[in-house]
């Protein structure tokens, strides 16, 4: 990989994503390349639809209630909460599909390339871990490497968070009622060097051609202090629960096997060592985090040998 200092790496990142012909600008959707919690099934959109309802509660069901998906993809979450949605919140809903690649035709989401001003509920799915960041090599007097990334050694490079501690302050400014991040990431006290590619389901070097996507770890802590405010930071696993999904097979025949897929899909979601180990970091804008969730102990990353996209 190149080391030059005068690299300009999150040029570099940036354009091999999002420039002209870039791999997300180009119109590659994740579901192509590798698999992320949307894509499981509709398991993920039934405990976003039940958080949005308590945040709607939360709100005095306001007249318009959002749901906003940034960087939505091919859009799986954004339709999922639209088509699941019931009763007075789905006659409420508007749904928001936030994506720098082309937009996908689906029944009830509206797509826009900006985070828009709303009520109700943000999420960025796998959105933080897909901002280009600077890329240093210690020792570095970068302040966010000082505050965040203290034990970098000398000759170990580091991925620079603060762009995503930026997008991630604005988009909670953007809401009134909460916002949630879903990623895998890292805390002050597991920092790592994770830069990585996926290209047709494999892990793959980084090339910065746009023949891959590009992601690295989300410093989780640095995000939730830059937003501030009244947040809570929990593992997938133990946030789905919470908001009632928890599955086992019952009944006979037909209906056994169905809730038996069912279970399966759910035990994908919260497996500790995969996807369960995701991090949820929940905002409230106007709405206290306890009345969203309850007390759940707090995230943990797992150890370096688990990657996602
Ligand atoms: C790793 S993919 C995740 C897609 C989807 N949320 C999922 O989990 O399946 C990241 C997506 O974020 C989009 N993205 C990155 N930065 C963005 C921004 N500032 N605004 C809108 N979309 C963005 C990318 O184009 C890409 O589609």
Redesign the pocket.
């Known amino acids: 990989m190149h080391t030059c200092p005068v690299f300009d790496w999150e040029a570099a990142w940036h354009a091999a ?2 420039g002209p012909g870039g791999f ?1 600008a180009r119109g590659e959707k ?1 579901s192509s390349h590798f698999r ?4 499981v099934g509709p398991e993920l959109g039934v405990a976003l639809v039940e958080l949005l309802s308590r945040v709607d509660a939360a709100l005095g069901f306001p007249p318009v209630v959002d749901f906003v ?6 859009g ?2 954004a339709f999922a909460v639209r088509s699941l949605a019931s009763g007075s919140l789905a006659s409420r809903l508007r749904v928001t599909a ?4 082309p937009p996908v035709e689906l029944p009830g989401v509206r797509w826009t ?1 900006a985070v828009p001003s709303c009520v109700g509920l943000l999420v960025g ?3 933080l ?3 280009p960041c600077p890329v240093v090599t210690g020792p570095s007097s970068d302040p966010w490497i000082t505050r965040w990334w203290p034990s970098l050694a000398d000759g170990e490079q580091a991925e620079v968070g603060a762009p995503r501690d930026a ?1 991630w302050a604005a988009a909670v400014s953007s809401v009134r009622g909460a916002a949630l991040a879903i990623d895998y990431g890292h805390l002050i006290s597991s920092r790592r060097f994770s830069l990585t590619g996926y290209r047709d389901g494999r892990q793959v070097p980084p090339v910065f051609d746009g023949s891959c ?1 590009i ?1 690295a770890h989300v410093a989780m802590d640095a995000c939730a202090e830059a937003a501030g405010g009244d947040w809570v930071l929990v593992s997938q696993r133990d946030a789905m629960a919470a908001l009632g999904l928890v599955g086992e097979a019952a009944g006979s025949g037909w209906d056994w096997l169905e809730s038996a897929a069912r279970a399966g899909r759910i035990a994908e979601l919260r497996d500790p060592s995969g996807l369960g180990s995701f991090g949820w970091l929940l905002h409230g804008n106007g709405v206290a985090v306890s009345d969203l969730l309850p007390a759940l102990p707090p995230w943990r990353p797992i150890p370096a040998s688990f990657s996602a ?1």
């Open positions: 994503l999002y997300f994740p992320t919690s949307p894509l998906d940034v960087g939505a993809g091919g799986e979450l936030v994506e720098l690649g390339s799915h796998e959105w871990d897909a901002i997008a996507d992601t996209s």
